[in-house]
């Protein structure tokens, strides 16, 4: 199908400039034109038609202008997501790159299938997802590279290619946590799983516990699905751990999905109490989430998976916002990252809400690996003012932390604020040099563009 161009060629609708917001608000990029594809021949049309820079946009959910680039012809995805083909025997599914995980859970939700792999939320696309190489809170996995089959992605001149890891075998390991950089990628086969009910069992501990309860209780259990531990603010010495277990108990929740339909003001107040009360964090630990997870649950896994990333969205983003970063570390240096972590926070009265840790097996197939190693990942959720002062403290010890991950052999992730030095990215992500000449040689004029790129990509 290389650059074909029909008779009558489909035409994407299109929107004039319009400014480009994520989901802190923070990043405005305003772009030249919104075009919404239904068909691969329109994106492929728009790839073909304009020199540059053209950026791809999902869900919009990074939070470091990675959909947009100053100028940019944005292909927004989102209409762009139909089920090509689900084989329940097989357990795969082909699916359009704009569609979210939630309308793929509403399909295969009736043949008890779940997906192998996603978020914590089911709002984001699969293209979106596919592009950071995203990960969950799944035992036993690592990124989502591990459950993708193949891939079709749109080049810089038209060509539409087939990629796995048999065919254009450099295009699946670039394209997959290669923030839209090398194409555009239209259409993914990913391994679906059985759908199985999960009990919530938790337990408190110190964080000097964690470790060795991770290693001989969860990391090798096939029994438990999900598992994150968060830690406790301000003081970072006690963790909850979660996981969910296979269980045959009746279920507690009858849904099968989580509604769409939620409110979340409860969660927004929590929200609230807990960044802005004077003792809202002892409050959290002691109070709120003794009561919320009083109850013994059971539910599908689909159910747990389906949580809309709404229940986090706060009631203005106007003075000050929620901002996600993430920091990756080898798992043998866990304990010595807790520390410095901690200094770091306190140092700088940084307002977190929350760490969340998860875990995750390597990923030595994507030049962007975030995980080549076993690590585990502390996704750190706070507060920031949208004034320049915040923003600029922010970005300061967003760089101390991240010096910590790197001098402890770790990483950090790159769908958030782009407050790391060039000097930290190309330590962070050693493969990048290779993943730059893939994209010189499939993009020689630098199509393909985003506020990520722009700040680490030399043509
Ligand atoms: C509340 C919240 C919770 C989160 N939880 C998690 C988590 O549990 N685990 C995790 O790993 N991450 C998490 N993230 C980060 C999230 O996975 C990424 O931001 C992801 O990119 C979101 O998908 P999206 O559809 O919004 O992508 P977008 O933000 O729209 O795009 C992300 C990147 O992908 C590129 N892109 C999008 N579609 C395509 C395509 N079809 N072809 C080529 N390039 C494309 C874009 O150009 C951009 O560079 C979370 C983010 C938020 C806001």
């Excluded at 319009?18 to 990029?29: A, E, F, R, S």
């Excluded at 337990?203 to 598992?227: C, E, G, L, N």
């Excluded at 901002?323 to 200094?343: S, T």
Aim: some cysteine; proline content about 5%; glycine content about 6%.
């Amino acid at each position: 199908m290389a650059g074909c161009s029909a008779a009558r060629a489909p035409v994407a609708p299109r929107a004039a400039p319009t400014v480009i917001y994520d989901v802190t608000q923070l990043n405005p990029v305003t772009v030249r034109e919104v075009i919404v594809p239904r068909t691969t021949q329109e994106i492929v049309n728009a790839v073909l038609s304009h020199a540059g820079p053209i950026s791809v946009g999902g869900a919009r959910h990074s939070m470091g202008g990675q959909t947009a680039a100053p100028g940019a012809l944005q292909i927004d995805m989102r209409n762009f997501d139909r089920i090509l083909a689900f084989d329940p025997v097989a357990r795969t599914i082909t699916v359009e790159a704009g569609i979210r995980w939630r309308q793929i859970q509403e399909r295969i939700d009736s043949a008890n299938l779940a997906v192998k792999i996603m978020q914590s939320f089911a709002n984001f696309t699969v293209g979106g997802s596919l592009s950071v190489n995203a990960h969950g809170r799944y035992v036993g996995f690592g990124p989502l590279v591990s459950s993708v089959r193949s891939i079709k992605i749109v080049l810089a001149d038209g060509e539409v290619l087939d990629a796995s890891r048999d065919v254009n075998a450099n295009l699946f390991r670039g394209a997959i946590g290669g923030y839209g950089g090398l194409g555009v990628i239209t259409e993914a086969t990913l391994d679906l799983t059985e759908n199985v009910r999960v009990k919530r069992r938790q337990i408190t501990m110190p964080i000097t516990k964690y470790r060795k309860y991770f290693f001989r209780h969860i990391r090798d259990s096939s029994a438990v699905i999900f598992h994150n531990a968060d830690i406790y603010p301000d003081d970072y010495r006690t963790v909850r751990a979660e996981s969910y277990v296979r269980t045959n108990d009746p279920l507690t929740v009858k849904e099968r999905l989580t509604p769409s339909t939620g409110s979340y003001r409860l969660n927004r107040v929590a929200l609230w109490i807990v960044s802005d009360w004077p003792f809202g964090q002892a409050l959290r630990q002691y109070l709120i989430d003794p009561w919320r997870f009083r109850n013994t649950e059971v539910a599908w896994r689909n159910y747990i998976a389906s949580s809309d990333a709404a229940e986090l969205e706060p009631a203005e983003r106007d003075v000050s916002t929620y901002v996600l970063e993430e920091y990756f570390v080898p798992v043998d240096r866990f304990d010595d990252f807790i520390p410095l972590m901690r200094g770091i926070f306190r140092r700088y009265r940084a307002n977190v809400l929350n760490v969340s840790i998860r875990h995750a097996r390597p990923d030595t197939e994507t030049l962007l690996s975030w995980a080549p190693r076993e690590v585990f990942t502390f996704v750190v959720y706070y507060k920031q003012g949208t004034d320049t002062a915040s923003q600029r403290v922010t970005g300061v010890w967003t760089r101390e932390l991240i010096d910590a991950a790197l001098r402890l052999g770790g990483s950090y992730y790159l769908p958030y604020q782009l407050h790391a030095t060039e000097a930290q990215f190309l330590k962070a992500y050693p493969r990048a040099p290779e993943f730059f000449a893939l994209k010189r040689r499939v993009d020689p004029t630098n199509k393909f563009e985003n506020m990520l790129w722009e700040k680490y990509y030399r043509p």
